[in-house]
């Protein structure tokens, strides 16, 4: 593995995946440009697309970073995904195929359940998850183990595919799809920032590879400063307010001028409350309502990290000083240099 943060030859190399044994085949040479996303946000988890001098057809495309670095070269995959061919362009010259791509989950959401399909109650959610997985994609999977068991029958709907029926059972479990470089299927536990142990760390010292343009966006709409509480249960009424008014929090009464306020009638409490136990749960319930997410965008020369990993943001230059973040986006350009456009999240606590 190359050292990213100093120079190195960087080419690339486009593979056919032979979708039988997922081994590569064969490369394509007249790709002209390119780029992959990842998305945590997107349904399958990512896609690319492709300029190329020759109709390839349907196929997977699997893209790789070659470099050479004192003499040692490496190829470091970057994504696997299946092409598709929508249009092509003619300059008077040259014609160019433009080429859709998908990350190999498309296949799950190509496909429904047989109608009325259900898992029976009592069985292993991840083991069943592996195996649907298994029987409705070629690419392979990485199989996931843990203990949790379905607690009653789990029911398909209608116009659900498998997708969505494997992501929602998946959740019963605290589990989500991901998918690597490969374009093998995994099986992670969703986990919270707090809980990630950061995989990269940006900072003053490998500035190398940082871009200097950084966006740093916040929403403070909605934020409430006042919490109300009302319980109403039989004859038992128990009401509490918590406020939030410190002239150091940027969303408190004092500082913005007004209450903003979240009323929550229906409380989640075991048992008969007492007036302490409601004043608490206020308090509570504001201090975790009083969370700022940050969204913040940079572009890096490529390393190691992908959507889903935390890195460590400790980069002075730009008033980023040891702040975690989880990576929620890239768009990686297939071109000299491997530029990463990267957008990653982080909160603050407000209050509390």
Same mark, same amino acid.
């Given at each position: 593995? %190359?050292?990213?943060?100093?120079?190195?030859?960087?080419?690339?190399?486009?593979?056919?995946?032979?979708?039988?044994?997922?081994?590569?085949?064969?490369?394509?040479?007249?790709?002209?440009?390119?780029?992959?996303?990842?998305?945590?946000?997107?349904?399958? #988890?990512?896609?690319?697309?492709?300029?190329?001098?020759?109709?390839?057809?349907?196929?997977?495309?699997?893209?790789?970073?070659?470099?050479?670095?004192?003499?040692?070269?490496?190829?470091?995959?970057?994504?696997?995904?299946?092409?598709?061919?929508?249009?092509?362009?003619?300059?008077?010259?040259?014609?160019?195929?433009?080429?859709?791509?998908?990350?190999?989950?498309?296949?799950?959401?190509?496909?429904?359940?047989?109608?009325?399909?259900?898992?029976?109650?009592?069985?292993?959610?991840?083991?069943?998850?592996?195996?649907?997985?298994?029987?409705?994609?070629?690419?392979?999977?990485?199989?996931?183990?843990?203990?949790?068991?379905?607690?009653?029958?789990?029911?398909?709907?209608?116009?659900?595919?498998?997708?969505?029926?494997?992501?929602?059972? #998946?959740?019963?479990?605290?589990?989500?799809?991901?998918?690597?470089?490969?374009?093998?299927?995994?099986?992670?536990?969703?986990?919270?920032?707090?809980?990630?142990?950061?995989?990269?760390?940006?900072?003053?010292?490998?500035?190398?590879?940082?871009? %200097?343009?950084?966006?740093?966006?916040?929403?403070?709409?909605?934020?409430?400063?006042?919490?109300?509480?009302?319980?109403?249960?039989?004859?038992?009424? #128990?009401?509490?307010?918590?406020?939030?008014?410190?002239?150091?929090?940027?969303?408190?009464?004092?500082?913005?001028?007004?209450?903003?306020?979240?009323?929550?009638?229906?409380?989640?409490?075991?048992?008969?409350?007492?007036?302490?136990?409601?004043?608490?749960?206020?308090?509570?319930?504001?201090?975790?309502?009083?969370?700022?997410?940050?969204?913040?965008?940079?572009?890096?020369?490529?390393?190691?990290?992908?959507?889903?990993?935390?890195?460590?943001?400790?980069?002075?230059?730009?008033?980023?000083?040891?702040?975690?973040?989880?990576?929620?986006?890239?768009?990686?350009?297939?071109?000299?240099?491997?530029?990463?456009?990267?957008?990653?999240?982080?909160?603050?606590?407000?209050?509390?």
């Amino acid at each position: 593995m %190359p050292d990213w943060t100093r120079s190195m030859q960087q080419t690339y190399e486009f593979c056919i995946v032979d979708p039988g044994t997922w081994m590569d085949i064969g490369t394509i040479d007249k790709v002209v440009s390119g780029n992959g996303v990842r998305d945590l946000d997107s349904e399958t #988890l990512g896609s690319a697309s492709f300029s190329i001098t020759e109709d390839i057809g349907e196929c997977y495309i699997r893209t790789y970073l070659v470099t050479k670095q004192d003499g040692v070269k490496d190829r470091i995959p970057i994504g696997t995904y299946l092409c598709q061919t929508p249009g092509r362009n003619f300059d008077g010259k040259i014609t160019t195929i433009e080429v859709d791509a998908y990350t190999p989950l498309i296949e799950l959401k190509e496909k429904n359940p047989p109608l009325g399909y259900s898992v029976a109650g009592g069985r292993n959610i991840l083991d069943v998850a592996s195996q649907l997985v298994k029987e409705n994609t070629r690419a392979p999977i990485v199989y996931g183990r843990n203990s949790a068991l379905l607690h009653s029958n789990f029911v398909a709907d209608v116009d659900e595919n498998w997708l969505d029926y494997i992501k929602a059972l #998946l959740l019963e479990s605290n589990y989500e799809l991901m998918i690597d470089e490969y374009g093998r299927t995994l099986f992670a536990p969703i986990q919270s920032l707090n809980a990630l142990r950061p995989k990269w760390t940006f900072d003053d010292s490998n500035s190398s590879i940082l871009y %200097p343009d950084i966006t740093l966006e916040r929403d403070l709409y909605g934020i409430p400063n006042v919490v109300e509480i009302v319980y109403s249960k039989d004859d038992h009424y #128990l009401y509490s307010k918590a406020t939030n008014d410190d002239p150091n929090s940027p969303v408190s009464t004092i500082s913005r001028g007004r209450e903003i306020m979240s009323r929550i009638t229906d409380p989640e409490l075991p048992g008969t409350p007492t007036q302490e136990i409601i004043d608490q749960y206020a308090r509570t319930q504001l201090r975790e309502l009083s969370s700022l997410e940050y969204t913040i965008t940079y572009t890096h020369g490529y390393c190691p990290v992908t959507v889903g990993d935390c890195v460590r943001l400790n980069y002075k230059r730009a008033g980023l000083n040891n702040i975690k973040a989880k990576i929620v986006r890239q768009n990686i350009t297939f071109e000299p240099g491997c530029s990463v456009e990267e957008t990653a999240i982080f909160s603050s606590n407000l209050w509390g």
